[in-house]
């Protein structure tokens, strides 16, 4: 066994990669419940909306997120663009005290290999909990640990607008089943068929309760952008 896979296996000192979505956010769950040490919640926030490895709409929401986790956050900008973002990333974690990096990859191997890459480059170990897991069985852990999670972007065919705001419960795990089944979408989105936002979590000490939020429909896509936003207790 290498130092590298002895490690994980020990306490560590980590940083979560979240971007206010269900996956960071399941990911983050299971990492406590490991007894890793969580740092830092890192977000990196693109200034173009096409970023291949970070979330766009609503990430201002992160601040909330960190704040009802009581976790402190650490944020840095990246231009967005292919791979030069990577490096954004790489000069950000370079600055922390950490010995382990967490994300909420599940089956694209483009996200978890330059997310493996960076790590190595730096000497940190990368935990990745849901990695190659059962999609369907993921989303209803969700459902199962309470966790509180909307849909707040659609980018792929069948979807509409009535999907923007909706929840995840069995009713939308079910719709989102006969879209895999029909038109081939991931299941959790991990394609960038769609987007979420997780408003109460079980490691959560408050939750988030929205207070204005807009539609935003372009063609065959849109968001969900949340205008207003307070913490409030659980």
């Known amino acids: 066994m290498t130092f590298h896979q002895t490690l994980v296996e020990q306490s560590l000192r980590v940083a979560a990669l979240v971007s206010g979505g269900k996956d ?6 299971r990492t406590i419940g490991d007894g890793h040490e969580v740092k830092y919640l890192v977000a990196m926030v693109p200034r173009r909306e096409d970023s291949w490895m970070f979330h ?8 909330l997120f960190a704040e009802a986790a009581k976790i402190p956050l650490v944020k840095g900008e990246t231009s967005g663009v292919r791979e030069v973002e990577l490096e954004d990333l790489k000069c ?9 990096v ?15 890459k960076i790590c190595k480059e730096i000497r940190l170990v990368h935990i990745a909990p849901l990695w ?4 369907a069985k993921l989303l209803q852990e969700i459902v199962d640990e309470k966790f509180d999670a909307i849909i707040v972007g659609v980018y792929a065919y ?3 607008s009535s999907w923007l705001g909706k929840p995840f419960d069995p009713k939308t795990i079910n719709q989102l089943t006969q879209l895999n089944q029909k038109y081939g979408i991931s299941l959790v989105g991990e ?10 979590a079980p490691f959560f000490k408050k939750k988030i309760k929205l207070l204005k939020v807009e539609k935003v429909w372009k063609g065959q896509s849109g968001y969900l952008l949340v205008k207003k936003a307070e913490l409030t207790n659980k």
Not at 56 to 63: E, K, L, T
Not at 103 to 116: K, L, N
């Open 102 to 116: 967490v994300s909420g990859a599940v089956s694209s191997e483009y996200q978890r290999s330059r997310i493996e």
């Open 92 to 100: 950000l974690l370079k600055k922390l005290d950490i010995e382990g």
């Open 132 to 135: 190659h897991e059962n999609p």
């Open 56 to 63: 766009y709409p609503n990430i201002h929401m992160v601040d």
């Open 191 to 200: 394609g960038g068929e769609y987007e979420s936002l997780v408003i109460n």
């Open 24 to 29: 960071s956010a399941l990911a983050l769950h």
């Open 158 to 160: 069948g979807f509409d």
